[in-house]
């Protein structure tokens, strides 16, 4: 049982790693090849697609059909493929190209403040204290993260901003629109599926742009982040639940956004300064909040 706990950290330690690493080769593919934001989201969405329906079928044959035999679940699927899994993987590169790594992997930590704020609209009932204190600290650490702590002054290029809230809000509307459709099927298919439905609006982009670069480093840049920023992450992480807690897992993703920051940092010379470090470690903080437990009140208390 032990060995099996230490296998899911490594686990998912590693794919927060990979997820992380991902941003970083994205931000050098934009900054130093000029490798367009809609082409490398149109082929991050078509290729990882393919490969985790080709996973899925490896072992289930013809079932990778199986959620387009059920017509309820179709209205769901292009639901969840448009409206979560498109904006969060494009708002997060446009983050990337207008700002850098590290601040729009830690902007696309506000979802589960964007989950708190729906989520009380929703259901006409205030936050919990943890939600306040969860908001409390995001906004304090988006503060920090955006002004460098100096109100008068942004330290973030306005687009950069606007994409990473974007990030955040995207991240919320990906945890949420699937619900019942992985409560159905397995998670490979429903994600693989909503990835290749969501590069179909990229086809004409993937068809005529021209890139003004092409190399052996962009190609396995390129090849990096589908197979091990996307793919090989993301089977990590589901393998990592089969001995470690939703909990658990939720606070080591804490990984993702420090990956991005020191490969970032020290690969490619991004400035980051204290502001940044501590308005960021706030909302990986909100992220851990979330994460823990909810107190069980004794019977009779």
């Not at 900054?31 to 490398?40: A, F, H, I, K």
């Not at 830690?106 to 009380?120: D, E, S």
């Not at 990984?255 to 990986?284: K, N, S």
Request: with cysteine; aromatic share 10%.
């Amino acid at each position: 049982m032990q060995r099996s706990r230490r296998l899911g950290l490594t686990e998912v330690i590693s794919g927060g790693i990979l997820w992380g690493a991902s941003g970083t080769f994205a931000q050098a593919v934009f900054s130093r090849y000029q490798v367009p934001t809609l082409w490398l989201t149109g082929v991050r969405l078509l290729l990882a697609g393919l490969l985790l329906l080709l996973w899925y079928a490896a072992g289930h044959g013809r079932a990778v059909w199986a959620l387009w035999r059920q017509p309820k679940m179709i209205g769901q699927l292009l639901l969840f493929s448009l409206l979560g899994m498109v904006p969060s993987q494009l708002t997060y590169f446009l983050a990337i190209a207008y700002g850098n790594a590290p601040t729009a992997t830690v902007l696309q930590f506000l979802g589960p403040l964007f989950i708190i704020i729906y989520l009380a609209l929703a259901h006409r009932t205030w936050p919990r204290r943890i939600d306040l204190l969860s908001i409390g600290i995001a906004l304090l650490g988006t503060y920090l993260l955006v002004t460098n702590g100096h109100l008068t002054s942004l330290a973030l290029a306005p687009r950069a901003l606007f994409w990473g809230l974007l990030a955040g809000v995207s991240s919320a509307s990906y945890t949420l629109l699937p619900r019942r459709l992985l409560a159905t099927f397995d998670a490979r298919l429903v994600v693989g599926w909503a990835m290749l439905v969501g590069s179909l609006p990229f086809g004409g982009i993937l068809v005529t742009t021209r890139l003004p670069q092409i190399n052996g480093t962009v190609i396995g840049g390129i090849a990096f982040i589908v197979i091990g920023g996307t793919m090989l992450a993301y089977l990590l992480y589901l393998k990592s639940l089969e001995s470690l807690t939703p909990s658990t897992t939720g606070m080591l993703s804490a990984f993702e956004p420090l990956t991005a920051t020191v490969l970032a940092v020290t690969l490619l010379g991004t400035p980051i300064t204290g502001a940044e470090i501590v308005g960021g470690l706030c909302i990986i903080a909100t992220t851990l909040l979330q994460a823990l437990p909810e107190k069980v009140t004794p019977a009779g208390e």
